[in-house]
């Protein structure tokens, strides 16, 4: 375990390497502050992400104060709603100049909705946003569609009027699926489309009826929730959308295939450790397989069991 830990250390710090020099090439292009925000594709954006993200850049906050640019590259398939959203007025509320997000490849559903809260999203033919579907956090940092599971509730709820189907399968069904949030979906849906009016109005769409359009096209109108949204799709909704210039893209798009690289590399088992590890002004969250505990710490546990304070 220790030996497979050091493997992915030495991954990333390789990665660290190469990828340091390119973010520094485009913060002399763009005079701005460069900030990654990487999740591996088993990392989702959860509340527990807020604090190294807020460590991070808080480590910049006085250079953004004085009004100096962000730029934020971000690659994530998603997670949850609110915490994107939080993560998202922190950038807001410590960046004076212009927030810009830089999606090389995917932000996808929740980290679609964390775009909303730029000035300016810059984009390229490989980029693709999502539609934000409501997810609802089935085991720690797993997230699923709320809108799959309505569809598999409503289908179970057929299909148990069969008299095939006993009593116990459908006890244990709805024992372990997410009933309450489910059965809300619809207040799930307008809780998400208020987040995305929202974010858009902090600075990219001042305009409120522009912003609803926006945001319930985004939230509603998808048929299914893996549909890839193009730059030019997102010009076509009135996001305000840029194509990266070539001599920008070049250090963006060698950093984004390093990044996915990593990703390919570090597979974990579902459950494993998620880890904040600093890449540049940024970070990146990677899974890596949870370590057995050691015999100080078995102890530390036995006495703070005795202590009437659990794990």
């Known amino acids: 375990m220790e030996e497979e830990e050091k493997s992915f250390i030495s991954l990333f710090e390789e990665f660290k390497r190469k990828g340091e020099p390119l973010l520094k090439e485009l913060s002399e292009i763009r005079k701005s502050v460069v900030f990654p925000l990487l999740f591996h594709s088993q990392a989702s954006i959860a509340p527990w992400c807020i ?7 808080s480590k910049v906050k006085s250079r953004l104060e004085k009004g100096e640019n962000l730029d934020i590259i971000l690659f994530s398939t998603g997670g949850d709603a609110d915490t994107a959203s939080h993560i998202a007025k922190m950038f807001h509320r410590v960046t004076k100049g212009i927030l810009t997000f830089i999606v090389p490849r995917i932000a996808t559903s929740a980290a679609t909705l964390l775009t909303f ?28 569609s709320a809108r799959s599971l309505r569809e598999t509730l409503d289908l179970f709820m057929k299909l148990a009027e069969h008299p095939n189907i006993s009593r116990s399968t459908i006890e244990a069904f709805l024992q372990t699926s997410p009933i309450a949030e489910v059965v809300d979906y619809e207040r799930l849906l307008a809780h998400t489309e208020e987040l995305a009016v929202e974010l858009l109005k902090l600075r990219m769409v001042k305009d409120e009826t522009k912003a609803k359009e926006i945001a319930k096209k985004f939230v509603k109108e998808f048929k299914y929730h893996g549909r890839a949204i193009t730059i030019d799709d997102c010009i076509a ?3 305000n959308v840029e194509e990266i210039s070539e001599e920008e893209w070049k250090p963006v798009w060698e950093f984004s295939k390093l990044w996915e690289t990593i990703i390919f590399l570090i597979r974990a088992k579902p459950g494993s450790e ?29 006495t703070l069991c005795r202590l009437g304070i659990s794990k």
């Not at 604090?51 to 850049?57: A, E, L, R």
Request: no cysteine; net charge negative.
């Open 51 to 57: 604090s190294p993200i807020y460590d991070s850049i």
């Open 237 to 239: 909704f009135g996001l």
């Open 274 to 302: 998620l880890k904040a590890l600093e890449i540049g002004n940024g970070v990146a969250f990677i899974p890596m397989e949870r370590a057995e505990e050691t015999e100080e710490e078995r102890s530390l546990v036995d």
């Open 117 to 144: 809260a730029g000035n300016k999203i810059l984009m390229s033919p490989p980029s693709e946003l999502s539609p934000i579907d409501p997810q609802i956090e089935i085991s720690p940092g797993r997230f699923v």
